[in-house]
């Protein structure tokens, strides 16, 4: 069993930066990729997968749409921590943020759309609104 809790989201302007947290706890956090997939408002029951960090914490993927921008990575010193630095955001990143782990059939390149059960652990969210 894992438990995911996200922490970081805030309002921010357009080309500003956050920092989103992942603090996860249960035996095998250390052991499992984490990613990252957000939902838009309006969105319905699809969520955007943003990015992924193996539990070697050096093979990370990127969604094109964020790719250059955002940049997962996880702490050595916190064996529970994965963050995920947003730079240049645009209105368009406006979305709440979720952090996941135990894809199904995983699928990190590109564009995926997610739905809730392509992965079995899910945080409860934190919100990211970008506006000027």
């Known amino acids: 069993e894992v438990q995911l809790v996200e922490s970081g989201g805030d309002l921010v302007q357009p080309g500003g930066s956050l920092r989103l947290v992942c603090t996860g706890s249960?035996?095998?956090?250390?052991?499992?990729?984490i990613s990252w997939v957000r939902q838009a408002p309006g969105n319905g029951l699809e969520w955007e997968w943003i990015s992924t960090i193996y539990s070697d914490g050096a093979t990370t993927f990127y969604a094109d749409s964020v790719k250059g921008r955002f940049t997962i990575y996880r702490d050595n010193t916190k064996d529970t921590t994965v963050y995920l630095d947003l730079n240049s955001l645009e209105t368009e990143d406006t979305a709440m943020y979720y952090c996941t782990s135990g894809a199904r059939y995983p699928r990190f390149r590109g564009t995926w759309n997610v739905r809730r059960d392509d992965f079995i652990y899910w945080g409860q969210g934190t919100q990211v609104t970008v506006s000027p």
């Open positions: 249960g035996v095998t956090f250390n052991s499992r990729s």
